[in-house]
Structure formats: structure tokens, C-alpha cells
């Protein structure tokens, strides 16, 4: 029997096999508003097989988008488009849709990748002041951003609260704080971006505090037992200097104590001379790490492109699920690959049932 495909469970929420489409910007959105685009991305994801899909990084504020063009929850019209979608996609397959809620902090008011993805300054069209734990610019020609006092500080956790109220009533069926690659909540837990000397800034402890924050006021606001997952970065790349795997650790347990439902370990996008080893696999040492100090599980991520390759790491207990991104916007239905070349069975739409290769006997059940 394949790992892959067996059950997991992140909290409450059962999943059918270990395949989890990790979040993915589109950067299609209207006002922070799904578009055309998301239906076909979403009904594409609700079809691929995957155990469950992670809705793109989705704003807290409007000054939390990467770009002007991210999706949001931080109004009741965007929550309203977002609950009318979710009903006609979960037509489609029982697969579960979670959600990542997010600011990016400094690292906002960005153009769309494919228009070249540097910041707008806020002086000019559809770009905005930033903000972050300092006033510590991303890149060196970046407008600085400007550091949150303590009353700002309360708001972003009191609007990550409102928006997970706001995608609970949407239907998603989780939520994942995003909490790494170099947006707020990283930029006040890594040295290199928080330089802060009050109750936020100086030691691991003040520094993880208002991930802590936002975690537990999300928690506080959504129905008891709804699950509720961090992503993180393990490590800054940056060596000695930056957010290294040991306070991933820290992090990860205290996050474990406070009733996250897993921890999906990507990392780096803090620094932009971060000094990374790019290969398959790259960041499964991190999460394997991770895995030894926890007992939830761990989602790990990252040029993982092959069945096999996804296989051998549960089967070497190095990470309890999967996270696919580019691999699965290459081929929608990798799942259906990866169960073939496995020996598995995969549950899929009934109308397509009838597309069972020649020779592959019983690879499909219906939902
Ligand atoms: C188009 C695209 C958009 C992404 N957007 C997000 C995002 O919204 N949130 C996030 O945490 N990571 C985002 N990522 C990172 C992926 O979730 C993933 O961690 C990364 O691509 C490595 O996995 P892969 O090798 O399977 O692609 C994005 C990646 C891609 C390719």
C-alpha cells in the first residue's frame, strides 16, 4: 500500500490520500476579489485527486497583498464571492479547500510577477506604504517600510481574526497562517528584519510572539476544533545571522502546544542574498528535523516532482504529507499519475471513470 494515498488527518479534517496542493498566488484577482480565473484554477484543483488544496496567499488588509492584484478577506463582498465559488466547486468533488491567510508586510505593493515584480512606490498608481517590524527595506531600492506600533500591531492580529471568521463562513474547511518566505509574520520572527526593542523584538520568545498572536486570536475566533496550520520558513538561508532551523523548532513546538493542526516547513524569502541549495528535496531535511521535535504532522514542500520521490520520503518518515506546487500546475492530474504508478486506487469524478487506461484495473473508484 503506498503512503501517498493513505488517510492523514489534520485535526478534524480528513483527508484521502497525502497529496496537498500548496498555495499559489494567481494574481487575478479583482479588489482582492476571485475572479474567472480562480473558477477554472479551483474546479481544475477540485478534479486533480489531491487530498486537499491550499487556496493562494489571501490578504488580511489591503495593504497585506503582495500585489495589488491578490485575493483578500479583509471585506464581507470578497468573503460573499469567495462562499458563492467554494458552493459550485465542492459540486464538483468532496475534496477539502483550505485557505492561506496572509500579509505581506514589507514585502507588498509589488507589480505582477510577469510585469517584471518590483515594488510600487507609494507615490504612484495602485502601489501603497508598507509596513514590517522595522523600518527595514527588502530590497535596497525599496521605499522602507514603516515599523508598527503596538496599536497597529493589535489590528493586524485582530484582522487575521476577522478574516479567518470571514473564510469559515465562506466553507473553506482550513486555515493556514502564512508565516513564512519573508512576509510580516517572518519579517518580526527573523534578526535580520526585526530590530525592534519592545515585547516584539530581541529574544525568540518576543520575536515568534505575535505569530503566536495572530494564531491564538484565529483560534479564538473560529468554531472550536476547526483546523487551523502554520507554514513556515525553516531557515533564512543566512547562516549564522538569519532564522535558522532550531528556532523552527521553537516555533513549531509552541505552535504544536497551542493546537496547530500541522506545520508545512518551506523556507528562505527573507533576504535577498540568501544563499540557497536548490535541488529535489532541498527542504525536506528541515522538515524532517521538524518531524523529530513534533507530533503533529509535517507538510513538507519544494521540488518534490515525482510519485516516487513523494513516496520514499513518508516512507523514510521524514515528513507526513506532501506539498506540490509547480508540479501539479504542470499537470493538474499528477495525482492520477502518481496512484497508476504506484499500484494505488484513487477516488475521482464519476464521469470520468471510463478514462481508466487500457490494462490499469481498478485504478479508479468513483467520489
Ligand atoms: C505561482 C506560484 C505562486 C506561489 N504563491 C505562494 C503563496 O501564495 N503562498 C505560499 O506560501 N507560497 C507560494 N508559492 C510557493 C509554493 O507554495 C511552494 O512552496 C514552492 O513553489 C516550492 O514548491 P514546488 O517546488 O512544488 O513548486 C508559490 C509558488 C508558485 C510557483
Known amino acids: 500500500m503506498a503512503k501517498l494515498f493513505e488517510k492523514i488527518n489534520f485535526g478534524q479534517l480528513q483527508l484521502q490520500n497525502k497529496i496537498v496542493i500548496a498555495p499559489m498566488c494567481q494574481y487575478s484577482a479583482l479588489e482582492g476579489e476571485v475572479s474567472y480565473w480562480h473558477e477554472q484554477q479551483w474546479a481544475n484543483y477540485a478534479l486533480s485527486g489531491a487530498g486537499l488544496c491550499i487556496v493562494e496567499a489571501t490578504a488580511v488588509q489591503d495593504i497585506g497583498r503582495i500585489s495589488y492584484a491578490d485575493l483578500g478577506l479583509w471585506n464581507d463582498i470578497q468573503r ?3 462562499k458563492a465559488l467554494l458552493a459550485k466547486v465542492k459540486s464538483l468533488s468532496p ?16 507589480h505582477k510577477p510577469w510585469d517584471g515584480g518590483g515594488q510600487i512606490a507609494p507615490d504612484q498608481a495602485l ?17 522602507p517600510p514603516h515599523a508598527l506600533t ?20 465562506a466553507g473553506f474547511d482550513l486555515i493556514e497562517v502564512h508565516a513564512a518566505h519573508g512576509y510580516l509574520l517572518h519579517q518580526f520572527m527573523s534578526p535580520l528584519s526585526n530590530q525592534r526593542t519592545d515585547a516584539y523584538g530581541g529574544s525568540l520568545e518576543n ?3 505575535l505569530t503566536l498572536e495572530v494564531f491564538q486570536a484565529i483560534q479564538a475566533a473560529v468554531p472550536e476544533g476547526y483546523p487551523i496550520g502554520v507554514r513556515i520558513s525553516a531557515s533564512d538561508w543566512m547562516g549564522e ?17 497551542l493546537g496547530a493542526v500541522y506545520i508545512h516547513v518551506s523556507s528562505a524569502g527573507l533576504h535577498r542574498e540568501q544563499q540557497i541549495d536548490v535541488k529535489p528535496n532541498y527542504q525536506v531535511g528541515f522538515a524532517a528535523q521538524i518531524k523529530q521535535q513534533v507530533n503533529i504532522p509535517v507538510i513538507t514542500v519544494g521540488l518534490i516532482t515525482q510519485a516516487q520521490q513523494a513516496e520514499q520520503i513518508l516512507q523514510q518518515e521524514q515528513a507526513d504529507a506532501i506539498g506540490l506546487a509547480r508540479a501539479i500546475l504542470y499537470e493538474p492530474r499528477w495525482p492520477w499519475h502518481a496512484a497508476a504508478e504506484l ?15 487500457h490494462g490499469l484495473k481498478n485504478l479508479f473508484h468513483s467520489f
Open 80 to 82: 460573499a464571492k469567495i
Open 95 to 110: 475534496m477539502p479547500f483550505g485557505v492561506q491567510l496572509a500579509h505581506a508586510g514589507r514585502k507588498a505593493s509589488c
Open 127 to 143: 502601489g501603497w506604504q508598507t509596513v514590517s517590524a522595522s523600518e527595514l527595506a527588502f530590497a535596497e531600492h525599496d521605499h
Open 150 to 169: 503596538t496599536d497597529e500591531i493589535q489590528q493586524v492580529i485582530q484582522d487575521f481574526a476577522t478574516a479567518a471568521r470571514r473564510a469559515v463562513d
Open 207 to 209: 520575536r515568534i510572539r
Open 241 to 257: 545571522q538569519g532564522w535558522d532551523v532550531q528556532s523552527s523548532i521553537g516555533l513549531s513546538t509552541a505552535l504544536e502546544q
Open 343 to 357: 499500484g494505488a486506487q484513487i477516488a475521482i469524478a464519476p464521469q470520468y471513470l471510463r478514462c481508466q487506461p
